[in-house]
Structures are given as structure tokens and as C-alpha cells.
């Protein structure tokens, strides 16, 4: 079935770079519909909310339109986004202002942390609180500059933050987020939209 009329003009107004593809679109209204039993047309609020988790949890290179979204060409002066932000999903995140071996130390404690913890929670309360108290809580990465590697679902390109966004955490923070993209004369702007990173489980 077509697209309601009000969804597609609250995500064109909401979402309108990359567009949203409308057979991916239609899927998601119908599957909401059949899931929730929601009425589109006297419960829209919550019908919407649905349909945008849907988008932000989505793979965008499924339920985006190739060449709507990001210029191959961005990383020349002259492109620009204009005034419109880009939905762009993250695909990797980096921390570059400490050592690797310092990262991947940290990494291997996390590891070790998470194994104990999975061990641990076969034994009862007690044993439990003193393994905890030995071992400490589990180590977080070092916070200096994040890189990212972004994607409008088609076209890949790098990002550096030029100052910190409390938002992203190393180690926390899921691949697949998704943020808004703005591109103009005055350099690179990126916004986390908000969305719980228990949303990607």
C-alpha cells in the first residue's frame, strides 16, 4: 500500500536528506500497523514515534535512496550541505589521541571484566560483592579526540570531532547511531539525535 500522506510529509519534513525510500517506508507503516494496531489517523503521535525508532534503528543503506544523501564529492572546499542536515549513521569510531597499546591494554581488561562477570554470576550475592570489590568496576577507554567513519547508507567518509561530544563514548557508543550531518562554508557540524543506545540491542 502507498504511504500515508502525513507520514511521508512528517519525514520528509523530519528526514529529508538522504529520502527515505518509499517501498522501505510503506513495509515499516504496515508492519507497525499490524504489530501495535495503532491508528494512523487517531493515534498519529504514537504512530510516528514508531516509525521514526524504526528509521533511527535502521540500515540505512536499506531504507535510504542512493545519491540523496551525501555528495561523493564532500571532501572539496566547495561543497556544501546548505541549510539542510544529512542523516548519517556511524560505522566505526576510533579514539585518537592515546596510544594503540594503550587502548588495546584497556580493551583486554574490558574483556577479562565481562568474562569474570558472566563467571560471577553463577555464584551467589556475597561471593559476587567481593569479586566485585577485588576487582574494581570495569575500566573505561581514555576520552581525547574521537574519529569517526560516517554513512548516509551508500557513501563513506571520515570525520574528526573538533570538540568533544559528551554523546559519544568509546566502547558505549553503538556502530550503527545515528546523528545529523551539517556541511557549510564554516566547517563540519554534527548533532546525536536522541536516540538510547538500548535501542540497538
Known amino acids: 500500500m502507498p504511504v500515508p500522506e ?71 572546499q566547495t561543497q556544501t550541505t546548505g541549510s539542510v542536515p544529512l542523516l548519517v549513521e556511524i560505522r566505526s569510531i576510533t579514539e585518537i589521541a592515546h596510544s594503540a597499546f594503550s587502548l588495546l591494554n584497556i580493551h583486554q581488561t574490558r574483556v577479562d571484566r565481562a568474562d569474570l562477570g558472566l563467571a560471577v554470576e553463577t555464584q551467589d550475592r556475597q561471593e559476587q560483592g567481593e569479586q566485585d570489590e577485588d576487582e574494581g568496576p570495569i575500566p573505561r577507554f581514555p576520552r581525547g579526540m574521537l574519529r569517526f ?38 566547517g563540519y557540524f554534527v548533532f546525536p539525535l536522541p536516540l538510547s543506545s538500548d535501542t540497538y540491542s
Open 6 to 76: 502525513r507520514v511521508a510529509k512528517w519525514v520528509s519534513q523530519n528526514y529529508p536528506r538522504p529520502v527515505i525510500d518509499a517501498e522501505w517506508l510503506s513495509d515499516c507503516c504496515d508492519w507497525i500497523s499490524s504489530t501495535y494496531n495503532i491508528s494512523l489517523s487517531t493515534h498519529f503521535h504514537d504512530f510516528i514515534t514508531h516509525v521514526e525508532a524504526q528509521l533511527l534503528q535502521s540500515n540505512l543503506e536499506d531504507s535510504t535512496v542512493r545519491g540523496t544523501g551525501l555528495n561523493p564529492e564532500l571532501s572539496r
Open 149 to 186: 567513519e560516517l554513512s548516509d547508507g551508500h557513501t563513506l567518509f571520515q570525520a574528526i570531532e573538533f570538540r568533544s561530544i559528551p554523546e559519544m563514548v568509546l566502547g558505549e557508543t553503538p556502530l550503527g547511531f545515528k546523528v545529523c550531518f551539517l556541511y557549510c562554508s564554516s
